[in-house]
């Protein structure tokens, strides 16, 4: 399949959505509320969602969309003056949308997985969104557990003419690619093959609970890494591999995260870019990475992507530290 529809539809969302976190982080800088699990979102995250959902909705009205955000906290008390700014931005961008649309197109994103679905998230790092780092607005196609087309915009991921803002788009058969954020040419994206440790880069989260650092040294150490990680918060860890900036990126859940699964939307783009450009993703056992069984990837411990020839490798590193 070429999922050419798909692909258009993909890029004009994700594009409009960046266009909206960028106007959001002109305006309102740093401000943000906090979820019931306390991490931050703000008026950009739920002002994605719509958009995103507003597109998916009205071009493929039969397959659901499973996103990060969900506009029931926004009906708390207190909550109003974002509701309002996070209608407002919306409106900029889709004119005719009434207040209503905008919580029902939000609320569009609480699919559940099927044979072909759809996973967002609106801003993957939001915690990079508010400190003016990385962050990236994640889109990807599911059909029978396999991720068939994955979109990431970046509007702070550095480019080869000084300027930031790149989209990274893979399609199952079909390579990955980058584009300036605004359009224009796009470019075919490969990872780095190279297989000599001591001259790769490994990539880590920003936050420091979201993969275990401890295990991570001695990792390091038996396969003789010898250069520092590079820290990137979001799913552009993944388009940093696929362009060869990086060669390995690991989750190893914390002690007190284990029983603690990933979110399908933290990953499904990254993962098809990786594949895409001619690296390998798995969770720490080596498994495919399972997108069929709901909104978690309740079949897999952790997640390590490559650049391919390093795989069976930096695996069997892992599992002499387990
Ligand atoms: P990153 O930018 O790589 O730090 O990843 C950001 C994502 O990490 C967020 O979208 C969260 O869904 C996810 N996250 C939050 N807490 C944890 C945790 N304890 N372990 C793994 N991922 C987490
Ligand atoms: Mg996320």
């Not at 699990?37 to 659901?64: H, K, R, Y």
């Not at 880590?204 to 150490?221: G, K, N, W």
């Not at 001619?278 to 997640?303: C, I, R, Y």
Request: glycine share 10%.
């Amino acid at each position: 399949m070429s999922y050419q529809p798909e692909k258009e539809l993909a890029l004009k969302i994700v594009r409009q959505a960046a266009k909206l976190c960028q106007r959001v982080q002109q305006t309102q800088g740093r401000q943000a509320v906090q979820k019931a699990d306390t991490s931050p979102v703000t008026v950009a995250d739920f002002g994605a969602q719509a958009i995103l959902c507003q597109g998916l909705m009205e071009s493929f009205p039969n397959d659901p969309v499973i996103g990060e955000e969900d506009a029931t906290l926004l009906q708390k008390p207190g909550l109003e003056g974002v509701r309002q700014q996070i209608i407002e931005q919306v409106q900029q961008s889709i004119p005719t949308a009434t207040p209503d649309n905008v919580i029902d197109w939000i609320n569009w994103g609480n699919g559940n997985v099927a044979p072909r679905y759809w996973t967002l998230d609106p801003i993957d790092g939001t915690k990079g969104f508010i400190r003016g780092d990385q962050y990236a607005v994640a889109l990807a196609l599911v059909e029978a557990g396999e991720v068939k087309l994955g979109v990431l915009a970046c509007p702070a991921f550095p480019r080869e003419d000084g300027n930031k803002g790149v989209i990274f788009l893979a399609i199952r058969g079909q390579g990955a690619v980058e584009i300036p954020l605004e359009g224009g040419t796009s470019q075919k994206i490969q990872v780095d093959p190279s297989a000599h440790f001591e001259q790769l880069y490994r990539i880590e989260s920003v936050e420091s609970v979201h993969s275990d650092r401890q295990v991570q040294t001695a990792i390091d150490q038996r396969l003789g890494l010898t250069y520092a990680a590079k820290q990137m918060d979001s799913l552009a860890k993944y388009g940093a591999i696929a362009r060869g900036d990086a060669h390995l990126y690991t989750r190893v859940p914390l002690p007190q995260f284990e029983g603690k699964k990933e979110n399908i939307w933290d990953h499904a783009a990254g993962v098809i870019m990786v594949e895409e450009a001619g690296g390998k993703v798995t969770d720490l056992e080596g498994k495919p990475l399972d997108f069929s069984v709901g909104a978690k990837l309740s079949n897999n411990h952790g997640v390590l992507a490559t650049n391919g020839s390093i795989h069976s490798q930096v695996l069997a590193a892992i599992k002499q530290e387990k």
